[in-house]
């Protein structure tokens, strides 16, 4: 499995991005997917999961409102759509797979390289 994740740049607090997140090597249907995300200095925090087929997602408490996970299968593609960013949204953004539903990283067997958001006051 490979994960390749982009989207990531400078935006200004109050701005929009939106990250993506390209799965190629197994059936991307077949895995539960997540974003997460490490600021400097900081334990990596969950930002959203989502299951296979797109219809449950949960989300951290710091982006509940802000951040919406979604995924389309057809294109083996996974996106985190991020608006009202903060200062405090800074940091490397990672997209996981895994076997199962769940906010903590050991949850996720595959992981891309991250892309980074800056969030500039």
């Known amino acids: 499995v490979q994960l390749q994740a982009s989207g990531g740049g400078l935006v200004q607090a109050g701005g929009s991005l939106r990250l993506s997140c390209a799965f190629s090597?197994?059936?991307?249907?077949?895995?539960?997917m997540a974003w997460f995300r490490q600021a400097p200095e900081k334990d990596r925090e969950f930002v959203a999961a989502?299951?296979?087929?797109?219809?449950?997602?949960r989300y951290g408490d710091s982006v509940k409102g802000r951040f919406t996970i979604s995924r389309d299968n057809a294109k083996n593609m996974l996106y985190l759509q991020m608006n009202s960013l903060r200062p405090e949204d800074t940091a490397l953004y990672y997209c996981?797979?895994?076997?199962?539903?769940?906010?903590?990283?050991?949850?996720?067997?595959?992981w891309g390289q991250g892309t980074l958001v800056t969030v500039s006051s």
């Open positions: 989502i299951s296979k087929s797109g219809r449950e997602t």
């Open positions: 996981a797979a895994g076997p199962v539903l769940y906010d903590d990283p050991v949850a996720y067997n595959q």
């Open positions: 090597g197994r059936d991307f249907s077949m895995y539960f």
